[in-house]
């Protein structure tokens, strides 16, 4: 199924296609000029290049720029006639030419290409301070080893490049910041970009799903960048129509020469000519507020410790990013409006001084600029009394446009909750004002896809396909309940999983959120599901799926504040698991700190249908748009499904489970015979107990759930649809219940018979979603059959998030040397990569192994990855099943803080247990975002692990289950990731591409 290209700017809501031509020249590639000494402390010691990527990821941004560095001038110039360039940082000191030089020399090669230098010293040399001398240099700034800086200049870079076609196209609103000091605009410009994104998104954050936020994001206000007099009055000029305001120091240079007072004056010039631009004065001396208050502007003192919050505070308050404020005349406050539709309510409801004060102000138009409503900006602003007959008039107008504007953007996006107007009908609210959280991004994406593409519908007309109404509490309410209740601490401890937990409980909860969630309660009764949605949950690079909780409630005791009650209970709970031991061993190792990750937490409607005093949905699964381990017509690129009777947790922990391609849903390679079939069926489901009680929560998600047989679920509706009967006496399997025998889960009538179109749903949407986030997804849904006629099957989708294993990296070779002289080869390893950094080897010893013991071996490992971890030394892993499986029967049960060190791990086969390899699990999703390379060793498959000499090998730890080697040479580890191919050689056995 063909992606529909209009979801985010349809016909609808023009104003998304508009933007998203906004912002065309992008820094996408820079030349950096530097010594090699410079160019090792910034990539070496400051580690630039990851932190500029890590900087973008931040705020949110995308495309970070691409660095090339050269060591000397000459290398510049040949580097500028080999490849595009989109712009030049050189450092001062070069050793065979000096900066401006070398800037000249690239303005003759290309005039238009930006020139930065970047110094260490606040003072400029003199080669580089008259700009007559040094035509060559576009802009001067002081590196101080933050890396702030770089993404400052890149987005002043394109803002300078983009402005005129943007501010002539869509209104895009400009910042003119006036600042001559290197020093000074190399500190405050992180910081008004910093405060510029950060508000821009808090302000989309409450309408808009991820990819208009994404596109939004390009019509943000500009922020032009003046170094005088001259520069300032023709940026001023050239874009006054659309100066959303002004920041200026107070001396600069004036007619060439350093003039004391050229910002006050420069700011009287542009107060003269616009009454209603916001201005604000910087000074590194606290007397010059004097002068800013005879202008009238704002001051700040650009050496204040609170400089940052004083900046935030004018961004706010006069440029129109935070609420709405209205005030009488005499600047009496009397509301505050959030949003469109609060605006309008009091704009229906203020006295009319007030109207009228904000009208003549055009604080209303300032404040929808801000909010990149720009058409609906632009008409407002020059509405004034004598277009109509009277003020009720003109107030009704300014109603009536902004309510028409917001009733067209309103469908599809996430709702602000409000018991007195919540429609209930809606798919998405929320409460608070903070991010969603990328787990509640995905949802709102798939949910825009599906909006945006009706074929599906049609195609599907007989399934009821949907996304599960859902209420999501943004992460303000996380950092509320964390600050009011002093927990912040407990993310830099070592304290146990359940302590942290009990302190989560008894902190008193935001009452903001209480009364929202009684409201909430009073209209639903069904079953929820309480999920996290962390701000890195589900992101492409960091994805920290799975190390979270989710709870799942009854919701269905009579006594509305039990359930309230429980309902609270549960999410602090999820809040709790942000610092637990698992979450911190990962942000360790992707170097995030645990103290930023911020938790929104997602209730939803939890699919299923009850029996008897069990709930759950028929099927649960997990789809893969890239299937790493093929077989026989499958292809990669078809993808894989995993799928479950019951709740999806037996999915998403590795339990025995269904795996099926679904162009080829037949094709059933776990189940190629009768003995297959037996040995490999699911077991047991999870089901919630529906007792109209509210039962204790646990930090372990799944103790209030009902881990059943599914032998006792044989007169169940899914059941019925879902299973076949294996006939001892014919040593049989018939695709029927209606005979006596053993009950088995083959989902025959689904993928055999086709009766519901699982197969070909999950087809096109993974295509849909793959062609939508531009890289390989996965999804969890789940399927509910209604016992009741009229209601049509349903299909929900629970989760959309990237897939993270492929890497698109350097070409890896492996010859056949190589495969002869290794001591571990695989055709089913994941990732594409060399390394040659374990020296340690981790062994599961395969003649002490026993399934039963699992979660002892689990422990052993846990010490051992402990002092490896402090001793900062990588290693190889190496045992029998399933790593990570929460089914210790079919591996070892580690969970990610057990193994947080591991470079590599191998799965092995072992003839005391069974298990399919490890694919779709919350930790096989961790450890592959990682880079952590996961390789499978089949004998059937012609794989082969050198066992002798892996046993053989000198111990350094010899535990009853676990041996511990280090090699005086590390091991050579290369995947080729495009034939999946895997090579582990003894040291010095190789290591080229």
Same mark, same amino acid.
């Given at each position: 199924?063909?992606?529909?290209?209009?979801?985010?700017?349809?016909?609808?809501?023009?104003?998304?296609?508009?933007?998203?031509?906004?912002?065309?020249?992008?820094?996408?590639?820079?030349?950096?000029?530097?010594?090699?000494?410079?160019?090792w402390?910034?990539?070496?010691?400051c580690?630039?290049?990851?932190?500029?990527?890590?900087?973008?990821?931040?705020?949110?941004?995308?495309?970070?720029?691409?660095?090339?560095?050269?060591?000397?001038?000459?290398?510049?110039?040949?580097a500028?006639?080999?490849?595009?360039?989109d712009?030049?940082?050189?450092?001062?000191?070069?050793?065979?030419?000096?900066?401006?030089?070398?800037?000249?020399?690239?303005?003759?090669?290309?005039?238009?290409?930006?020139?930065?230098?970047?110094?260490?010293?606040?003072?400029?040399?003199?080669?580089?301070?008259?700009?007559?001398?040094?035509?060559?240099?576009?802009?001067?700034?002081?590196?101080s080893?933050?890396?702030?800086?770089?993404?400052?200049?890149?987005?002043?870079?394109?803002?300078?490049?983009?402005?005129?076609?943007?501010?002539?196209?869509?209104?895009v609103?400009?910042?003119?910041?006036?600042?001559?000091?290197?020093y000074?605009l190399?500190?405050?410009?992180?910081?008004?970009y910093?405060?510029?994104?950060?508000?821009?998104?808090?302000?989309?954050?409450?309408?808009?799903?991820?990819?208009? +936020?994404?596109?939004t994001? *390009?019509?943000?206000?500009?922020?032009?960048?003046a170094?005088?007099? /001259?520069? %300032? @009055? !023709?940026?001023?000029?050239?874009?006054?129509?659309?100066?959303?305001?002004?920041?200026?120091?107070v001396?600069?240079s004036?007619?060439?020469?350093?003039?004391e007072?050229?910002?006050?004056?420069?700011?009287?010039?542009?107060?003269?000519r616009?009454?209603d631009?916001?201005?604000?004065?910087?000074?590194?001396?606290?007397?010059?507020?004097?002068?800013?208050?005879?202008?009238?502007?704002?001051?700040?003192?650009?050496?204040?410790?609170?400089?940052?919050?004083?900046?935030?505070?004018?961004?706010?308050?006069?440029?129109?990013?935070?609420?709405?404020?209205?005030?009488?005349?005499?600047g009496?406050?009397?509301?505050?409006?959030?949003?469109?539709?609060?605006?309008?309510?009091?704009?229906?409801?203020?006295?009319?001084?007030?109207? +009228?004060?904000?009208?003549? *102000?055009?604080?209303?138009?300032?404040?929808?600029?801000?909010?990149? /409503?720009? %058409? @609906? !900006?632009?008409?407002?602003?020059?509405?004034?009394?004598?277009?109509?007959?009277?003020?009720?008039?003109?107030?009704?107008?300014?109603?009536?446009i902004?309510a028409?504007?917001?009733?067209?953007?309103?469908?599809g996006i996430?709702?602000?909750?409000?018991?007195?107007?919540?429609d209930?009908?809606?798919?998405?609210?929320?409460?608070?004002?903070?991010?969603?959280?990328g787990?509640a991004?995905?949802?709102a994406?798939?949910?825009?896809?599906?909006?945006?593409?009706?074929?599906?519908?049609?195609?599907?007309?007989?399934?009821?396909?949907?996304?599960?109404?859902?209420?999501?509490?943004?992460t303000?309410g996380?950092?509320?309940f964390v600050?009011?209740?002093?927990?912040?601490?407990?993310?830099?401890?070592?304290?146990?999983?359940?302590?942290?937990?009990?302190?989560?409980?008894?902190g008193?909860?935001?009452?903001?959120i209480?009364?929202?969630?009684?409201d909430?309660?009073?209209?639903?009764?069904y079953?929820?599901?309480i999920?996290?949605?962390?701000?890195?949950?589900?992101a492409q690079f960091?994805?920290?799926?799975g190390?979270?909780?989710?709870?799942?409630?009854?919701?269905?005791?009579?006594?509305?504040?039990?359930?309230?009650?429980?309902?609270?209970?549960?999410?602090?709970?999820v809040?709790a698991?942000?610092?637990?031991?698992?979450?911190?061993?990962?942000?360790k190792?992707?170097?995030?700190?645990?103290?930023?990750?911020?938790?929104a937490?997602?209730?939803q409607?939890l699919?299923?249908?009850?029996?008897?005093?069990?709930?759950?949905?028929?099927?649960?699964?997990?789809?893969?748009?890239?299937?790493?381990?093929?077989?026989?017509?499958?292809?990669?690129?078809?993808g894989?499904v995993?799928?479950?009777?019951?709740?999806?947790?037996?999915?998403?922990?590795g339990?025995?489970?269904?795996?099926?391609?679904?162009?080829?849903?037949?094709?059933?390679?776990?189940?190629?015979?009768?003995?297959?079939?037996?040995?490999?069926?699911?077991?047991?489901?999870?089901?919630?107990?529906?007792?109209?009680?509210?039962?204790?929560?646990?930090?372990?998600?799944a103790?209030?759930?009902?881990h059943?047989?599914?032998?006792?679920?044989?007169?169940?509706?899914?059941?019925?649809?879902?299973?076949?009967?294996?006939?001892?006496?014919?040593?049989?399997?018939r695709?029927?219940?209606?005979?006596p025998?053993?009950?088995?889960?083959?989902?025959?009538?689904?993928?055999?018979?086709?009766?519901?179109?699982?197969?070909?749903?999950l087809?096109?949407?993974?295509?849909?979603?793959?062609?939508?986030?531009?890289?390989?997804?996965?999804?969890?849904?789940?399927?509910?059959?209604?016992?009741?006629?009229?209601?049509?099957?349903?299909?929900?989708?629970?989760q959309?998030?990237?897939?993270?294993?492929?890497?698109?990296?350097?070409?890896?070779?492996?010859?056949?040397?190589?495969?002869?002289?290794?001591?571990?080869?695989?055709?089913?390893?994941?990732?594409?990569a060399?390394?040659q950094?374990?020296?340690?080897i981790?062994?599961?010893?395969?003649?002490?192994?026993?399934?039963?013991r699992?979660?002892?071996?689990?422990?052993?490992?846990?010490?051992?990855?402990?002092?490896?971890?402090?001793?900062?030394?990588?290693?190889?892993?190496?045992?029998?099943?399933?790593?990570?499986?929460?089914?210790?029967?079919?591996?070892?049960?580690?969970?990610?803080?057990?193994?947080?060190?591991v470079?590599?791990?191998?799965?092995?086969?072992s003839?005391?247990?069974?298990?399919?390899?490890?694919?779709?699990?919350?930790?096989?999703?961790?450890?592959?975002?990682?880079?952590?390379?996961?390789?499978?060793?089949?004998?059937?498959?012609?794989?082969?692990?050198?066992?002798?000499?892996?046993?053989?090998?000198?111990?350094?730890?010899?535990?009853?289950?676990v041996?511990?080697?280090?090699?005086?040479?590390?091991?050579?580890?290369?995947?080729?990731g495009?034939?999946?191919?895997?090579?582990?050689?003894?040291?010095?056995?190789?290591?080229?591409?």
């Amino acid at each position: 199924m063909a992606l529909n290209t209009r979801p985010f700017f349809n016909e609808s809501d023009s104003r998304f296609k508009l933007f998203h031509e906004l912002m065309a020249r992008k820094v996408r590639h820079i030349l950096l000029v530097s010594t090699p000494y410079d160019a090792w402390i910034m990539e070496e010691d400051c580690r630039l290049s990851e932190r500029i990527v890590n900087e973008y990821r931040g705020l949110n941004l995308s495309h970070p720029p691409r660095l090339t560095w050269v060591s000397s001038a000459e290398q510049a110039l040949a580097a500028l006639d080999d490849q595009p360039f989109d712009m030049v940082i050189t450092m001062p000191r070069l050793a065979d030419m000096g900066a401006a030089a070398l800037g000249h020399r690239i303005k003759k090669k290309a005039p238009g290409l930006p020139v930065i230098l970047l110094t260490h010293d606040t003072i400029p040399s003199p080669e580089i301070k008259e700009p007559d001398n040094a035509p060559g240099i576009d802009r001067t700034f002081v590196w101080s080893g933050n890396t702030d800086i770089l993404v400052a200049l890149t987005k002043s870079t394109e803002d300078r490049m983009n402005a005129e076609k943007d501010t002539q196209s869509a209104g895009v609103r400009v910042i003119l910041f006036v600042e001559d000091s290197p020093y000074y605009l190399s500190s405050l410009l992180p910081i008004l970009y910093r405060e510029l994104v950060s508000q821009t998104q808090a302000v989309m954050e409450g309408t808009l799903n991820e990819e208009h +936020r994404l596109v939004t994001m *390009r019509a943000r206000p500009k922020i032009l960048v003046a170094v005088n007099y /001259e520069e %300032a @009055l !023709a940026l001023y000029e050239g874009y006054e129509s659309n100066v959303l305001g002004v920041i200026s120091d107070v001396r600069f240079s004036r007619n060439g020469a350093l003039n004391e007072t050229a910002g006050v004056e420069f700011l009287k010039h542009v107060r003269a000519r616009r009454f209603d631009i916001p201005l604000l004065l910087t000074s590194s001396e606290p007397a010059n507020a004097t002068k800013a208050a005879s202008i009238p502007a704002a001051f700040v003192d650009k050496n204040s410790d609170t400089l940052h919050q004083d900046v935030s505070q004018f961004f706010k308050d006069q440029l129109g990013f935070g609420d709405f404020v209205f005030r009488l005349p005499d600047g009496s406050e009397i509301g505050r409006a959030s949003n469109l539709k609060s605006l309008e309510q009091h704009m229906l409801s203020i006295p009319e001084a007030s109207f +009228r004060y904000h009208c003549n *102000r055009n604080d209303f138009s300032r404040w929808l600029f801000a909010r990149t /409503e720009m %058409a @609906l !900006a632009a008409e407002v602003r020059p509405i004034s009394d004598d277009d109509f007959s009277d003020g009720e008039s003109h107030r009704r107008h300014l109603v009536k446009i902004i309510a028409d504007r917001r009733k067209r953007r309103q469908k599809g996006i996430v709702a602000d909750f409000d018991a007195t107007d919540a429609d209930f009908d809606t798919e998405f609210f929320k409460i608070g004002k903070g991010s969603l959280g990328g787990k509640a991004r995905g949802l709102a994406f798939v949910a825009s896809l599906l909006r945006q593409n009706p074929d599906f519908y049609v195609t599907y007309k007989d399934v009821d396909i949907v996304v599960p109404q859902t209420l999501v509490i943004t992460t303000d309410g996380f950092e509320s309940f964390v600050e009011d209740n002093g927990l912040r601490y407990l993310s830099k401890t070592d304290l146990p999983d359940e302590q942290i937990a009990d302190l989560f409980l008894a902190g008193r909860f935001p009452a903001w959120i209480e009364d929202k969630l009684r409201d909430y309660l009073t209209q639903v009764t069904y079953p929820l599901a309480i999920r996290s949605s962390s701000l890195l949950e589900d992101a492409q690079f960091r994805a920290y799926a799975g190390l979270y909780r989710t709870y799942m409630i009854t919701n269905d005791c009579p006594d509305a504040q039990q359930r309230l009650n429980h309902l609270i209970h549960a999410i602090k709970l999820v809040y709790a698991s942000t610092y637990y031991k698992g979450p911190k061993a990962f942000s360790k190792r992707v170097g995030h700190r645990t103290e930023e990750e911020q938790m929104a937490v997602i209730i939803q409607k939890l699919v299923g249908s009850p029996y008897g005093d069990s709930f759950y949905p028929a099927i649960s699964g997990v789809a893969q748009s890239h299937n790493y381990y093929p077989f026989a017509r499958m292809k990669p690129e078809e993808g894989i499904v995993t799928i479950a009777m019951g709740l999806g947790k037996t999915v998403v922990e590795g339990e025995k489970t269904l795996r099926f391609s679904p162009a080829h849903p037949q094709l059933l390679p776990q189940r190629s015979t009768v003995e297959d079939i037996l040995d490999n069926s699911q077991r047991h489901f999870y089901a919630l107990k529906m007792e109209k009680a509210c039962h204790s929560l646990e930090t372990n998600d799944a103790a209030n759930l009902w881990h059943r047989e599914v032998t006792e679920a044989e007169n169940e509706p899914p059941m019925q649809l879902l299973a076949s009967t294996y006939v001892p006496d014919e040593h049989r399997i018939r695709d029927t219940v209606h005979i006596p025998g053993q009950r088995v889960l083959t989902f025959a009538h689904i993928l055999k018979y086709r009766e519901f179109p699982l197969a070909d749903i999950l087809k096109d949407m993974l295509q849909l979603g793959e062609q939508g986030m531009g890289c390989p997804v996965e999804m969890e849904f789940s399927v509910n059959f209604c016992s009741e006629p009229d209601h049509l099957p349903q299909f929900a989708f629970l989760q959309l998030r990237p897939m993270t294993a492929r890497a698109e990296l350097e070409q890896v070779n492996i010859s056949a040397e190589e495969i002869e002289n290794a001591f571990c080869f695989s055709g089913k390893a994941l990732g594409n990569a060399l390394k040659q950094d374990m020296a340690d080897i981790i062994l599961v010893k395969p003649e002490a192994f026993d399934p039963g013991r699992t979660m002892e071996i689990a422990r052993e490992i846990a010490k051992i990855n402990a002092t490896l971890v402090k001793e900062d030394r990588k290693y190889l892993l190496v045992g029998p099943g399933r790593w990570g499986s929460a089914d210790r029967w079919l591996g070892i049960p580690v969970a990610w803080a057990d193994i947080s060190g591991v470079g590599a791990m191998i799965e092995t086969e072992s003839d005391k247990l069974v298990a399919e390899p490890s694919q779709g699990s919350h930790f096989f999703h961790n450890i592959t975002t990682l880079g952590i390379n996961y390789i499978t060793v089949s004998k059937a498959a012609g794989d082969r692990i050198d066992w002798n000499w892996l046993t053989g090998l000198p111990r350094l730890k010899d535990a009853t289950f676990v041996a511990h080697a280090r090699l005086d040479v590390p091991v050579t580890l290369k995947v080729d990731g495009r034939r999946s191919q895997c090579v582990i050689v003894k040291g010095n056995g190789g290591g080229t591409l």
